[in-house]
């Protein structure tokens, strides 16, 4: 079976080889430290080790309650923001049928995501939404406090129980929360939901092998067996008795550090296949908020090509070069259609005549980079054989060492956030919340 694969040759023009080569012991070392546990960040290191995430008997639960689901709803709303959200959005939007929600032969529940904003007319029109359908909540988050998805969940759970009642309302909710702490938990055992742990060990923006992603991914429908899988295999490719050379995560890490330390201060994901959209989403909070501290770190952003080269495109090929990037390449599309020929020929393309659409996706993929380099852009090319679960569960655990491994050249610690609290204490002041009288004073001579 194939592997994921990272090709760097189209940095060399760039970077000199041996600078990424210099970095290997650094690399080998970081590697090491997310098994040893000997750098900053080392009791968020849980998902290192992906089979102690997920037992036999762990996955069977997990399964069980997505086949109930399967039977009986036809809405799951995920509520939870960041990490809580965004891995179980990227694996399912990049699995599933693009138009799977207009299809009558649609055999699964419609997973949708509340929680992740704060927006008015969303949450009406989400609402409205489910006055017509059967659904169920899965509800996301250790404390239970957090703004964004608390203020979701204390709407819905009143609408569930107005809709179902209590009893048959506790039954439709899923907690997944701390093991013995916080609101969330505490509500759970007092109406009797059914829960998930989100370990203690585990960061947001790592636990998509977790329940966190895994129940609402098997509740779309989709393998999480292989999923996990993927992942595993990813690891014995990783891990630390892996030689560092042939270790595509600390190859990737290598090679961005390099960048960086070059003048390269933004990467750009690109992706050539439409269901990646939210894997990059996913990728921007994992390497953002990992690395972006201390006044450090490359600013993560993403293109969805082709339809970006026509927005974006102008600004990348001749805008400031401190832009590189990565691109995601799927070898193998899981269907085949070809291009018709056209008698008149209007729009010029009857060259193309009996090509499949991914040779001319893959054409412009070529060239596209071939022109980015020509116009002084660095490119990472990472390829995977198809999208399929197995495959992405790979991708997941690779971006998730790479990001460790990087974070560590760096010199920050990848597995905290500290910057994330200062928008929430504002916002508490201005809101009137107890005990942020002095702050919304301040902050008021400001306004």
Same mark, same amino acid.
């Given at each position: 079976?194939?592997?994921?694969?990272?090709?760097?040759?189209?940095?060399?023009?760039?970077?000199?080889?041996?600078?990424?080569?210099?970095?290997?012991?650094?690399?080998?070392?970081?590697?090491?430290?997310?098994?040893?546990?000997?750098?900053?960040?080392?009791?968020?290191?849980?998902?290192?080790?992906?089979?102690?995430?997920?037992?036999?008997?762990?996955?069977?639960?997990?399964?069980?309650?997505?086949?109930?689901?399967?039977?009986?709803?036809?809405?799951?709303?995920?509520?939870?923001?960041?990490?809580?959200?965004?891995?179980?959005?990227?694996?399912?939007?990049?699995?599933?049928?693009?138009?799977?929600?207009?299809?009558?032969?649609?055999?699964?529940?419609?997973?949708?995501?509340?929680?992740?904003?704060?927006?008015?007319?969303?949450?009406?029109?989400?609402?409205?939404?489910?006055?017509?359908?059967?659904?169920?909540?899965?509800?996301?988050?250790?404390?239970?406090?957090?703004?964004?998805?608390?203020?979701?969940?204390?709407?819905?759970?009143?609408?569930?129980?107005?809709?179902?009642?209590?009893?048959?309302?506790?039954?439709?909710?899923?907690?997944?929360?701390?093991?013995?702490?916080?609101?969330?938990?505490?509500?759970?055992?007092?109406?009797?939901?059914?829960?998930?742990?989100?370990?203690?060990?585990?960061?947001?923006?790592?636990?998509?092998?977790?329940?966190?992603?895994?129940?609402?991914?098997?509740?779309?429908?989709?393998?999480?067996?292989?999923?996990?899988?993927?992942?595993?295999?990813?690891?014995?490719?990783?891990?630390?008795?892996?030689?560092?050379?042939?270790?595509?995560?600390?190859?990737?890490?290598?090679?961005?550090?390099?960048?960086?330390?070059?003048?390269?201060?933004?990467?750009?994901?690109?992706?050539?296949? !439409?269901?990646? $959209?939210?894997?990059? %989403?996913?990728? *921007?909070?994992?390497?953002?908020?990992?690395? =972006? @501290?201390?006044?450090?770190?490359?600013?993560?952003?993403?293109?969805?090509?082709?339809?970006?080269?026509?927005?974006?495109?102008?600004?990348?090929?001749?805008?400031?070069?401190?832009?590189?990037?990565?691109?995601?390449?799927?070898?193998?599309?899981?269907?085949?259609?070809?291009?018709?020929?056209?008698?008149?020929?209007?729009?010029?393309?009857?060259?193309?005549?009996?090509?499949?659409?991914?040779?001319?996706?893959?054409?412009?993929?070529?060239?596209?980079?071939?022109?980015?380099?020509?116009?002084?852009?660095?490119?990472?090319?990472?390829?995977?054989?198809?999208?399929?679960?197995?495959?992405?569960?790979?991708?997941?655990?690779?971006?998730?060492?790479?990001?460790?491994?990087?974070?560590?050249?760096?010199?920050?610690? !990848?597995?905290? $956030?500290?910057?994330? %609290?200062?928008? *929430?204490?504002?916002?508490?002041?201005?809101? =009137? @919340?107890?005990?942020?009288?002095?702050?919304?004073?301040?902050?008021?001579?400001?306004?």
């Amino acid at each position: 079976m194939e592997n994921l694969k990272i090709d760097l040759s189209k940095i060399f023009g760039f970077v000199d080889k041996s600078a990424v080569d210099a970095l290997q012991e650094k690399a080998e070392n970081s590697n090491m430290a997310l098994y040893n546990k000997t750098l900053p960040g080392n009791d968020f290191l849980g998902w290192v080790n992906v089979t102690n995430l997920n037992t036999a008997d762990h996955i069977k639960r997990i399964s069980e309650i997505a086949s109930e689901f399967k039977s009986k709803i036809d809405i799951l709303v995920v509520i939870g923001i960041g990490g809580s959200y965004l891995g179980s959005k990227a694996v399912i939007e990049a699995l599933s049928n693009s138009f799977e929600s207009l299809s009558k032969k649609r055999k699964n529940p419609v997973v949708v995501f509340a929680g992740q904003n704060i927006g008015e007319d969303y949450t009406n029109e989400l609402v409205e939404i489910l006055n017509d359908y059967s659904y169920a909540l899965c509800v996301i988050s250790k404390s239970g406090t957090t703004t964004e998805p608390a203020l979701a969940f204390r709407i819905l759970k009143q609408h569930i129980e107005n809709k179902y009642g209590k009893s048959e309302a506790a039954q439709r909710i899923i907690a997944v929360t701390d093991a013995a702490k916080g609101a969330l938990r505490k509500l759970a055992a007092e109406e009797g939901y059914r829960t998930f742990v989100i370990q203690d060990d585990v960061g947001g923006r790592y636990s998509v092998l977790t329940p966190v992603g895994l129940l609402p991914i098997a509740v779309a429908g989709f393998d999480i067996s292989q999923l996990i899988r993927g992942a595993i295999d990813m690891e014995t490719l990783t891990n630390s008795t892996a030689k560092i050379e042939n270790n595509p995560a600390a190859i990737y890490a290598q090679a961005r550090n390099v960048l960086y330390n070059s003048g390269f201060k933004t990467e750009i994901l690109v992706n050539y296949h !439409p269901k990646l $959209q939210y894997l990059s %989403e996913w990728w *921007k909070q994992l390497f953002g908020e990992s690395e =972006g @501290k201390e006044n450090k770190g490359i600013f993560p952003a993403s293109v969805n090509f082709t339809a970006d080269l026509h927005s974006m495109g102008q600004y990348i090929q001749e805008g400031q070069r401190t832009i590189f990037e990565t691109v995601i390449s799927v070898k193998n599309q899981n269907t085949n259609r070809t291009v018709p020929n056209d008698e008149a020929n209007l729009d010029g393309l009857n060259f193309l005549t009996g090509k499949r659409i991914d040779e001319v996706n893959k054409m412009a993929e070529l060239g596209t980079l071939l022109a980015h380099v020509d116009g002084g852009v660095p490119n990472i090319r990472i390829e995977i054989p198809f999208l399929n679960e197995y495959y992405i569960g790979q991708l997941l655990y690779f971006f998730e060492k790479s990001c460790g491994i990087s974070g560590y050249i760096l010199g920050v610690n !990848p597995f905290d $956030q500290p910057g994330v %609290e200062a928008y *929430k204490k504002n916002m508490f002041a201005l809101l =009137g @919340k107890p005990g942020f009288e002095k702050e919304a004073d301040e902050l008021r001579k400001r306004i």
